[in-house]
């Protein structure tokens, strides 16, 4: 994954945050979404909030969206990567998705690729059939 700081999804170095960039992601084949937002205020502790949740909903919408904290360092980044890889390991694998994906194309393809069904349904006069059809 080249520059990705992490082993199984595409996440930005330390040097990112540290400038006060967010970032967020996700890996459908876990239905795991993440979201990175350093907290830089002008007086106080700077800080890494991580959220992590399920589903298509935005993280603010999300039902059972879990936030943690981290201080805004490169050991509280280390320690935040640690805390998304396990969060994200502890999620089984969701093979329904790529399952249902293929469905739906196959469903699509039968229902709307069938080119006399087309014509039949969209011109005035139906369509003439090849002889190799017959």
């Known amino acids: 994954m080249g520059s990705s700081a992490s082993k199984y999804f595409e996440i930005p170095k330390f040097f990112v945050f540290?400038?006060?960039?967010?970032?967020?992601?996700?890996?459908?084949?876990?239905?795991?979404?993440?979201k990175i937002v350093p907290v830089v205020p002008k007086e106080g502790d700077k800080t890494l909030e991580c959220t992590v949740w399920s589903g298509r909903s935005c993280a603010d919408k999300a039902e059972d969206a879990v936030k943690t904290v981290y201080p805004l360092s490169q050991e509280g980044y280390d320690e935040m990567l640690a805390y998304l890889e396990g969060e994200y390991n502890s999620r089984p694998e969701v093979p329904?998705?790529?399952?249902?994906?293929?469905?739906?194309?196959?469903?699509i393809r039968d229902s709307y690729l069938d080119l006399?069904?087309?014509f039949a349904k969209n011109t005035k006069e139906p369509a003439e059939k090849s002889p190799e059809s017959t």
């Open 18 to 34: 540290s400038k006060k960039g967010r970032f967020a992601g996700s890996a459908e084949e876990r239905d795991f979404n993440y």
């Open 96 to 107: 329904a998705f790529a399952d249902a994906q293929a469905q739906r194309v196959r469903q």
């Open 116 to 118: 006399e069904d087309y």
